[in-house]
Nanobody, 123 residues
Framework: QVQLVESGGGLVQSGGSLRLSCVAS????????MGWFRQAPGKERELVAA????????YYADSVKGRFTISRDNAKNTVYLQMNSLKPEDTDVYYCAKGNGIFTTTPRTYDYWGQGTQVTVSS
């Protein structure tokens, strides 16, 4: 079992920044990919960014490329999402999730999820 706890969401003005954090339980954090997803009411969950177990490989959705950065600190069992130049359309609940392999961008291969943290960007 893996437990994931997100933090760092909040209300920010358009153009502002937020950093999300996700702490994972367990001893094998570096063995699996981590991802950040977001979901608005009535919409499918979208993979925003993913990072491999080592941290060397990353993926970004086109909508966030150049603005968001995913990183991880395996010594702290923590994955981060730095979000800059935020736009109102980035408003969503953001979830971190554990992938079931060393690196994956396929949403159905993520098997553990955090509770979500709300990000609201005002115009």
């Amino acid at each position: 079992q893996v437990q994931l706890v997100e933090s760092g969401g909040g209300l920010v003005q358009s153009g502002g920044s937020l950093r999300l954090s996700c702490v994972a339980s367990g001893r094998t954090f570096s063995n699996y990919a981590m991802g950040w997803f977001r979901q608005a009411p009535g919409k499918e969950r979208e993979l925003v960014a993913a990072i491999s177990g080592s941290g060397f490989s990353t993926y970004y959705a086109d909508s966030v490329k150049g603005r968001f950065t995913i990183s991880r600190d395996n010594a702290k069992n923590t994955v981060y999402l730095q979000m800059n130049s935020l736009k109102p359309e980035d408003t969503d609940v953001y979830y971190c999730a554990k992938g079931n392999g060393i690196f994956t961008t396929t949403p159905r291969t993520y098997d553990y999820w955090g509770q979500g943290t709300q990000v609201t960007v005002s115009s």
